[in-house]
């Protein structure tokens, strides 16, 4: 079996790191962010993080106006949930906040495991291509307009979507609702086992620094 590259020294493609910004609203306080270590150069100490920009909020703001020798406070990974590598598929969905786990997922995979990705973003410049070994059915679903219901978007390129045989791992990460109501439908619908199926909240629409674990 051939050995897969070494792309990050962080365990699992879901791991994140800690960013501490100064906060806006009380300038001696801080406020912290969780973002993906999407890859690790140990030679060059050079760690890749994808910001995916939106209007408002300390990181969207720092990541827009950064400029080379601007710092950043970062802390972690500080502990990795490693998922097993030998289910007979996989399926990744998210948004563009969940692009880097889920590069770094399809990266890592074995050669010839399936993988389905359904990601939402907002055009086609934002699609990513992986170099992979796994056979990968990519889906980018794009927003038709601000005011589309993300969930249902997404959840109609699932329904779509036909389970190969075998014991299946499905990864989602979105807005939190999108997420929730994704997760839903994964377990009500297509009755996917719970225990094969990890869904979180990266962000809450309206909830400055929020996210949400989805237990069970
Ligand atoms: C484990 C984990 C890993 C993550 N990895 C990444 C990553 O690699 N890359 C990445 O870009 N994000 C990632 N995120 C999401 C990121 O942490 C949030 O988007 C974060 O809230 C952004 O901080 P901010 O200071 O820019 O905005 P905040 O101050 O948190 O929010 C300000 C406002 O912007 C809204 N908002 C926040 N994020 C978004 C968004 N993406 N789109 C639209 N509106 C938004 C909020 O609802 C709020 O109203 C990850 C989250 C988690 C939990």
Redesign the pocket.
Known sequence: MALRPVRSNSRSP?D?NKLF?ADPDAPSGE?M????P?RFDRDRECLT???????????????QAAAVGDRLAIGGPRGSVIVPDDFDYYQLVG???????IGRRIEGLWAGVPVTSVVLVDCPAEIQVFETEAYLNPTWVLRSNAMADEAALVREALERWQAPQGEGYVWI?A?AQVARSLKSYMLEQRYHPKAWLKA????????????EKMEG
């Open positions: 879901d994140y910004l406020v962010r969780d973002f993906t999407r993080i994808d910001f995916a920009l939106h209007e408002v909020g300390p990181v969207a703001q720092w990541a948004d563009e906040t969940a692009l880097p786990a990460a807005e979180s909240g990266y962000w809450v629409r309206g909830v400055a620094g929020a996210s």
